[in-house]
């Protein structure tokens, strides 16, 4: 599976980005994996901050730090998974990285999924700045 990160960039806190990741493989289709979005800033461990379901399952889990901000989905069509990220702070500022883990519906393990578990994209960088 091949997983290729868009959309980070600067913005002035309030503002908003959307981050997309594209997904391909020899499967045919990425709908069988869980997703994630996970990031990390400077001197910090990386984080999950959010994680969706395989296949037409929509069930979702964010991290406290980004709840009610940020929105996780995915188009299984399209094999693209999507971060809009709405009233940014200074904070979020990090590397942002997707994911796709076999997860059996289990989104705690997909959140706490690390590179050696699943396929990762390259990250894409988000600055919150004034």
């Known amino acids: 599976v091949q997983v290729v990160e868009s959309g980070g960039g600067s913005v002035q806190p309030g503002g908003y980005l959307r981050l997309t990741c594209s997904f391909s493989t020899y499967l045919g289709t990425a709908s069988g994996f869980c997703m994630g979005w996970f990031r990390q800033a400077p001197e910090k461990e990386r984080e999950g901050i959010a994680a969706?379901?395989?296949?037409?399952?929509?069930?979702?889990m964010y991290a406290d730090s980004v709840k009610g901000r940020f929105t996780i989905s995915r188009d299984n069509g399209e094999d693209i998974l999507s971060l809009e990220m709405n009233s940014l702070k200074p904070e979020d500022t990090a590397t942002y990285y997707c994911?796709?883990?076999?997860?059996?519906?289990?989104?705690?393990?997909?959140?706490?999924?690390?590179?050696?578990?699943?396929?990762w994209g390259q990250g894409t960088q988000v600055t919150v700045t004034s």
């Open positions: 994911a796709a883990v076999l997860c059996a519906g289990d989104l705690t393990f997909v959140m706490s999924a690390t590179p050696d578990t699943g396929y």
């Open positions: 969706i379901d395989s296949g037409d399952n929509r069930n979702t």
